[in-house]
C-alpha cells in the first residue's frame, strides 16, 4: 500500500497487487473495503515518509518493529520482515528498526515531528501504515512496512505540499506553480523538498526487488 503514484509505479510488477490512496486516509479506506483479502498472502506498507528521529538522514531506510495510532499499536510479522531483508544487497544504503506512527493529515513541521518523536519514540511518520497494518490485522496476514526517510527531523516541509496531490496520487505541478507566483519565498523550501524527496525515490527503487524476493507479498 502506497501514498504516492511515484511509489506506487516503484512498486508495481508480476505478482503484487499495489493499491495507491493519494495520500488520502479515507479513499485507501474505501478501496480496502472492496478489495478481497483471499487474493493476496501478506501486506506491506511501501512508500516515503517523513523522519521524527532526528539522527536519520534522507534516504535511509525504515523497517518498522511496529505500527502506532493514537493509543492503538500493531507489531510487525518479525517473519515478514525478514523474508524482506533475506538476500537483500543493499550495502549502500543504511537500515534502521524502529517505530512508524500513522497520521491522518501530513506533519511537517519540525515542531510537531520533534514532539511526536518525544510521544511515540518512533523512527518515521506516513499516513497508510496504521491503515494497512489494521486491515492486515483484521484479515489475519502477515504485515510489514518499509519506508524510506524523505523530509528528515530538521526540515519542514511547506504547506503547499501537503495540499498538492491530485486523486490519482500524482504531484498537481499547476497548484504548485501557481502557489510559488502567491509566495516566491516558498521557492527555496520546495526546490530542497524535492531534492530530498527524488534521493527517497532512488533508495526505495533499490528496495522494490526486496517485495519479489520476500515472498511475491502485496505492496
Known sequence: MTGLVQE?????????????????????RMLLAVFDPKTVRGVVSFGVAGGLDPKLRTGD?????????????????????????AGADLERQRIVRGGLVGVEKVVGARDAKAALHSETGAAGVDMESHIAADYAAEAGLPFAALRVVSDPASRALPSLVATA???????????????????????????????????????????????????????
Open 8 to 28: 506506487a509505479r516503484i512498486a508495481a510488477g508480476p505478482g503484487l497487487t499495489v493499491i495507491c490512496s493519494s495520500s488520502d486516509p479515507q479513499q485507501l
Open 61 to 85: 531506510i525504515i523497517l518498522a518493529t511496529e505500527v502506532m495510532a493514537g493509543a492503538r499499536r500493531w507489531v510487525v510479522a518479525p517473519e515478514l520482515s525478514r523474508e524482506l531483508l
Open 165 to 219: 496531490i491530485k486523486p490519482n496520487g500524482d504531484i498537481d505541478l499547476r497548484k504548485v506553480l501557481r502557489g510559488v507566483a502567491r509566495n516566491p519565498a516558498t521557492i527555496k523550501a520546495l526546490v530542497s523538498t524535492g531534492i530530498d524527496f527524488n534521493r527517497a525515490l532512488r533508495s526505495l527503487r533499490g528496495c522494490r526487488s526486496l517485495l519479489v524476493d520476500g515472498g511475491g507479498l502485496v505492496a
